[in-house]
């Protein structure tokens, strides 16, 4: 029941905020992500019903399975083909935005936290190289503007990125586990997660050119169970892939976004009872009611009592400012080839969930018995979260905005 009335909550809330935003000329999605803050923090005022509403575990099932369709749904408005066009430029764009803030969150660490260890310090870089895919996907989707070459390479960029992200993190932990036991690195561990991001990725996109026609022929099969079964075949082949990456060690989007991505409307065009509807528009619907979800979930797990800690908000104003500047970064990939530089660049600024799944771990890693990120540490990161995240939406329309009236100039 508490559940329940927590969703209907979640679900009023983000209408109306997203209302808010929208007439202010801002993409909803950061009315979501403001309101979530709010709900989040109403202990600070004495309120406590909502404090367990994030960790629930329905909710948290429910937010999850929200961002599993927001990538689904924005992997469909591109295919394989118009992503390899970019496959290049997105790559060096991501290389570049993970190895630039990396190099800056270690100098930040040992400039401010000297009596901090060296694996600290490194640790602070590599929750700098996340990218949260699902923050940028969804103002792109807010401003029609996923199809455009330049969110082709961001949003293919940011699943590069989270690859790139996680076995930086990988090895840094392990380097943490080995040196805390004693120990050297395990490399293999490392050469087996790359190894599984790269037969993910092409697994699925064989699947998409091999496979998906004819698991779609045997779906029109079901016909009778009406037509609802063209969504449901292509959630079987978004979660399976999701659930496949989580196996892997990698995040559950990246499969969600190969999915979205291999799948292609020739494969379904002589599904009975579909017309001219295409998979998109059949998961617009199911998206529109679960993404906010997400989004405002994501929002109550900021706690706004972190700005208390004494020295917190310097490292965050560090950490911010190499985290913007680290993105930045990414531009220099796509100079000379006729694209928005500066937007590519504002639309992998966002850490969103996945630095603070970062940051979390963080907290968990110990070398002898001191923690490697302390909580004034991590309430700095959290920080630095939350403003790269609100920061991101109205800038990259501001960007883009400003992209369209030069065009049309």
Request: net charge positive; glycine share 12%.
């Amino acid at each position: 029941m508490y559940a329940i009335l927590v969703l209907a909550l979640i679900l009023g809330a983000a209408a109306l905020a997203g209302h808010a935003a929208a007439r202010v000329g801002q993409p909803p999605v950061l009315g979501e992500l403001v309101v979530g803050v709010l709900l989040g923090n109403l202990g600070l005022v004495g309120v406590h019903i909502l404090d367990a509403a994030p960790s629930d575990a329905t909710i948290q099932a429910l937010a999850q399975v929200g961002v599993l369709l927001l990538l689904f749904q924005v992997g469909l408005q591109s295919t394989v083909r118009e992503m390899l066009q970019v496959g290049g430029t997105a790559t060096l764009v991501a290389v570049l935005g993970v190895a630039t803030p990396f190099a800056l969150g270690w100098g930040v660490g040992a400039w401010l936290l000297p009596a901090h260890s060296p694996y600290a310090h490194a640790y602070l870089g590599a929750t700098l190289t996340a990218t949260s895919v699902g923050i940028t996907a969804r103002v792109l989707a807010d401003l029609h503007a996923a199809r455009a070459p330049e969110a082709r390479i961001i949003l293919g960029a940011a699943v590069i990125d989270d690859v790139l992200g996680l076995v930086i993190l990988a090895i840094v932990s392990g380097a943490i586990a080995a040196a805390g036991a004693g120990a050297s690195l395990a490399w293999g561990a490392i050469v087996i997660l790359v190894a599984k991001a790269a037969g993910l990725l092409v697994g699925a996109a064989l699947f998409g050119k091999f496979a998906a026609p004819g698991f779609f022929r045997l779906a029109s099969r079901l016909r009778q169970a009406g037509p609802g079964v063209l969504l449901s075949a292509g959630l079987v082949i978004c979660f399976t892939l999701s659930g496949l990456a989580a196996a892997a060690g990698l995040a559950p989007i990246v499969g969600a976004y190969a999915a979205g991505l291999v799948l292609e409307d020739a494969h379904w065009r002589e599904f009975p009872g579909s017309g001219a509807r295409s998979m998109e528009e059949l998961v617009r619907p199911v998206a529109a009611l679960l993404v906010p979800v997400f989004f405002v979930t994501m929002g109550m797990r900021v706690d706004l009592s972190a700005f208390a800690h004494p020295g917190v908000l310097g490292l965050a104003a560090a950490l911010t400012a190499a985290a913007i500047v680290g993105k930045q970064a990414c531009g220099l990939g796509a100079l000379g080839r006729g694209l928005d530089a500066r937007s590519i660049g504002i639309g992998m600024i966002p850490r969103g969930e996945v630095g603070l799944i970062f940051a979390g771990l963080g907290l968990t890693l110990t070398l002898g018995r001191e923690r490697i990120i302390d909580p004034a540490v991590f309430s700095a990161v959290v920080i630095m979260v939350i403003v790269t995240t609100l920061l991101t939406p109205p800038a990259l329309k501001w960007s883009l905005d400003r992209r369209r009236r030069t065009t049309l100039a």
